[in-house]
């Protein structure tokens, strides 16, 4: 076996050997930071569970370090990557992994669904990835969204972005993006993972992200669209209180206020709270609330 072989591909010098051998110009538009640690790919395997039984997504696998401690560990590997530059890249650094498929395909523009039947049949399977920077909202929405059988994401994103997911109410950075994720998927922060142990080093840390889906919500929608939105509408402006920001939403005439206030009192919420002060139970109880007051074609016309 050579050197190369024996060498992990997280760790520095087999990391710029390939970029080397390959001349890789790395896209910062791609979110490409190859991260060269082989601890933090431990922990990652740790976090996430990952054995024998376990079939995995992955989205980004640029030169397959995580990749191959997944293979190692896992059952079967599924890998997105939209660089067609990194095919050849992958097709050496993964060739002694017989369990690893790479699509070039972007995984916001494919039937998800469709395509992960395919290779995981009816089974369930887990999400772990270094998620690219640039596309890690849109790419979470899309797995929740696609009501897949997904057991865990562990995913490592923008520390700024992992507290926004994660945050809870009265917090400074609890908002739109908490609730639409937290409505379907717990969420908390498992590690933090310094910019030091990435080539290039990026400008931002990073954190590992656990999500797993809620057994059952509390309470339930009404109605999705009008739910969304109601946040989307509640955060447009933090600093005004909730009545100001539904007013401005919903529309000043009083026929419409009048309904707002009788939303608001039976769902026992102030009017004169801060979006962020209220929990996601209360949204939900409010948005119900609203959308049997309102005409359903009006509400879902919005």
């Known amino acids: 076996m050579s050197e190369q072989n024996l060498q992990e591909i997280a760790s520095l010098s087999r990391t710029r050997k390939i970029i080397k051998k390959y001349n890789l110009k790395l896209k910062k538009s791609l979110g490409q930071n190859f991260l060269i640690n082989a601890n933090i790919l431990q922990k990652i395997i740790k976090a996430a569970k990952v054995d ?18 997944l293979a190692r560990t896992s059952h079967q590997v599924l890998a997105f990557e939209i660089d067609q530059r990194m095919l050849p890249v992958l097709t050496e650094t993964l060739n002694p992994y017989k369990n690893v498929t790479i699509i070039n395909q972007d995984i916001l523009k494919i039937d998800l669904k469709q395509e992960i039947s395919k290779f995981f049949a009816d089974h369930s399977f887990k ?28 995913i490592m994103i923008q520390k700024e972005v992992g507290e926004r997911i994660s945050a809870k109410p009265g917090s400074k950075v609890y908002g739109s993006l908490s609730i639409a994720v937290q409505y379907f998927m717990k969420a908390h922060i498992i590690f933090a993972v310094p910019k030091t142990v990435f080539i290039p080093k990026p400008n931002v840390d990073s954190v590992i ?89 009006w509400i879902t016309n919005l």
């Open 52 to 69: 024998q039984t376990t079939n995995v997504l992955e989205i980004g696998p640029g030169i397959g370090a995580l990749t191959e401690y």
């Open 127 to 154: 999400v772990v990835a270094n998620l690219p920077y640039y596309v890690t909202t849109p790419i979470i929405m899309h797995l929740i969204k696609s009501k897949l059988d997904i057991e865990q994401m562990v």
């Open 209 to 297: 992200l656990s999500l797993t889906k809620h057994r059952a919500p509390a309470v339930l929608v009404k109605n999705e669209k009008a739910f969304f939105y109601l946040i989307k509408a509640s955060f447009a402006k933090r600093r005004k209180t909730l009545w100001n920001n539904l007013v401005y939403a919903y529309g000043k005439e009083q026929k419409i206020q009048n309904k707002l206030i009788n939303a608001l009192e039976s769902s026992k919420i102030d009017p004169k709270r801060r979006a962020e002060t209220l929990t996601i139970q209360e949204f939900v109880t409010l948005s119900n609330a609203i959308f049997a007051l309102f005409s359903f074609m």
